[in-house]
């Protein structure tokens, strides 16, 4: 896979930001944390914010208390600063600006939940902070700028930095209600790729000092991620660990004595697996 291509989109589509000193709304998972939920309300009783389920009015509707909200910060500082610091922790949801009315914004946003082309019973999970980007980066403008709620400015932290982007404000980007805009799956197959894209620029700043002999660290990651991800390994913490092993090793590691066999041992759980390569003595040399 052309790593460069892949980069290049999603850092032009969803450039490094820095944390936004203010924002307007958030829209917020509440199955991903425990207290959410109980935060919101313990906020509401010394700060004007309201809040609304973005299931109301769907077929998930029973389902509220593990879904998405809305939340209107404009007048709530105090939870605003608080929640910045949780989201660069957790992957609670996202944040943005907007001059359009609540009403206006709950109805396009719970229109986007039922964006994918795999219909009933599927949910777009549009706003995972961790898959926005690489979702965006995976459709063509027009349908890219749809998705986004025309005029919004938003923000998010994708487990390694903070990202952004900013819809247009013109109104050609058609309606999301428009079949041609509905997501298809095999732009949420091209989107696993760029979040792979993603993670490879993460890593790359992460451990910049373990690949300074390495000409291009981000391509170099991206390949050693796509590697592990087509050795089996689909998991954020197992690629890792397999990138870890490709620094000390060298990225051909999976072709050499001890590891080929290693990974051809059906009688191990690829966490053991891993935890057997991890103990295999390092190479006089790495980023082979």
């Not at 995972?128 to 980066?137: G, Q, T």
Request: negative net charge; charged residues 25%.
């Amino acid at each position: 896979m052309d790593a460069a291509h892949y980069i290049t989109t999603l850092e032009c589509v969803a450039p490094r930001a820095s944390a936004p000193e203010t924002y307007d709304y958030a829209i917020l998972e509440l199955a991903a944390s425990d207290n959410l939920l109980e935060q919101i309300y313990s906020a509401m009783s010394h700060e004007r914010l309201q809040w609304w389920s973005l299931f109301e009015g769907t077929e998930w509707q029973d389902a509220w208390e593990n879904g998405p909200v809305l939340v209107d910060l404009r007048s709530a500082a105090d939870f605003r600063r608080q929640l910045l610091s949780q989201l660069e922790s957790a992957s609670l949801g996202v944040v943005f600006e907007s001059e359009l009315t609540v009403e206006t914004l709950r109805q396009n946003l719970a229109a986007r939940l039922c964006g994918s082309q795999a219909g009933a019973g599927h949910l777009l999970r549009f706003y995972e902070p961790r898959m926005i980007a690489p979702l965006l980066s995976a459709l063509v403008e027009q349908k890219r700028q749809a998705l986004l709620v025309p005029g919004c400015r938003w923000y998010w932290h994708d487990g390694h930095g903070w990202r952004g982007t900013v819809a247009i404000e013109d109104g050609h980007c058609g309606s999301w209600e428009s079949e041609r805009m509905l997501v298809t799956q095999q732009e949420l197959r091209e989107a696993e790729v760029y979040w792979v894209a993603g993670e490879a620029c993460g890593y790359a700043d992460h451990y910049a000092k373990a690949l300074t002999s390495v000409e291009s660290p981000k391509h170099w990651v991206f390949n050693c991620l796509q590697s592990a991800r087509e050795a089996g390994f689909q998991k954020t913490g197992h690629m890792e660990r397999w990138l870890r092993l490709a620094i000390q090793h060298g990225a051909d590691f999976p072709r050499l004595e001890p590891f080929r066999s290693t990974l051809s041992r059906d009688d191990l759980a690829l966490t053991e697996r891993l935890t057997a390569m991890e103990s295999t003595p390092e190479k006089s040399h790495a980023n082979a």
